[in-house]
Nanobody, 125 residues
Framework: QLELVESGGGLVQSGGSLRLSCVAS????????IGWFRQAPGKDREGVLC????????VSIDSVKGRFTVSRDNAANTVYLQMNNLTVEDTAVYRC??????????????????WGRGTQVTVAS
């Protein structure tokens, strides 16, 4: 059974940092592109940052450029999302997703078939 599990969310003050983890079980993450998506209450799900299977230059939304970075540890079957200088606008449920296709760079949640359940990130002002 393919499963992704996120962790690392929590409550942090504005300007703080969190590192989210996405651990895969039942399959190897190495052949998959990984996307991080978020959804805040009353808002649409959005692709935050997506990275290819080789851990190359990621695609990300403008609002997180320079603040969020991604790294892959294939030996640990884990992908990390490092989030720095968090703002209230980053508050959302964050989910990781995996895609074996070649359109990962569109960073569209519709193209990612495998999903974790998410972890809540709350940034207090």
């Amino acid at each position: 059974q393919l499963e992704l599990v996120e962790s690392g969310g929590g409550l942090v003050q504005s300007g703080g940092s969190l590192r989210l983890s996405c651990v895969a079980s039942g399959f190897q993450l190495a052949p998959y592109a990984i996307g991080w998506f978020r959804q805040a209450p009353g808002k649409d799900r959005e692709g935050v940052l997506c990275v290819d299977k080789n851990g190359g230059e990621p695609v990300s939304i403008d609002s997180v450029k320079g603040r969020f970075t991604v790294s892959r540890d294939n030996a640990a079957n884990t992908v990390y999302l490092q989030m720095n200088n968090l703002t209230v606008e980053d508050t959302a449920v964050y989910r990781c997703a995996a895609d074996a296709g070649n359109r990962w760079s569109l960073c569209s949640w519709r193209l990612y078939p495998y999903w974790g359940r998410g972890t809540q990130v709350t940034v207090a002002s």
